[in-house]
């Protein structure tokens, strides 16, 4: 049984700025000629490692609201230049935006059952048109704008 990973994407405002960042590491990674891949580091690996693996994604929240996802390859053991252990989620940089669905602050990362995963939109296109116009929007606008159904 599939479950997902939940985590909070800090330092990133908007989609837009997690979009340009994963196309400025794709630009490095082909550079360095290693598979463009991304990934994230944290200190516990998942018990549910099996189920992760088993077509499992990363949801992140930005600003309090999970916007993406993307697919989880596989997790691999790190060690940093300290000989600190870490788990490697290493995931598709391909960019999923989900309906936009509320979360509350919280430490390191969540999983995420399946029947609590927000859906994928329907037009990518049209969805990632509409996150480059959100970033240009105060929050109290956009947030309005989603509660009368015009976002």
């Known amino acids: 049984m599939t479950i997902h990973l939940i985590k909070l994407c800090v330092g990133v405002s908007d989609v837009n700025q997690l979009i340009q960042e994963h196309e400025r590491l794709a630009k490095q990674a082909l550079k360095r000629k290693k598979p463009v891949e991304d990934h994230h580091w944290t200190r516990m690996r998942p018990k549910r490692a099996d189920e992760v693996l ?23 053991d790190v060690t940093d230049t300290d000989g600190q252990g870490y788990c490697s989620i290493v995931y598709d940089p391909k960019v999923v935006l989900v309906e936009p669905r509320p ?12 029947e609590d995963v ?11 048109a ?22």
């Open 54 to 76: 088993d077509g499992g994604s990363l949801f992140w929240v930005i600003r309090g609201v999970i916007r993406v996802r993307h697919r989880i390859l596989r997790l691999d």
């Open 103 to 114: 979360r509350r602050a919280f430490q390191g990362w969540r999983y995420l059952e399946a």
């Open 118 to 128: 927000p859906s994928d939109l329907p037009n990518q296109r049209q969805a990632l």
């Open 130 to 151: 509409n996150a480059a116009a959100e970033g240009h929007m105060p929050a109290d606008m956009l947030a309005e704008l989603r509660t009368l159904g015009l976002f």
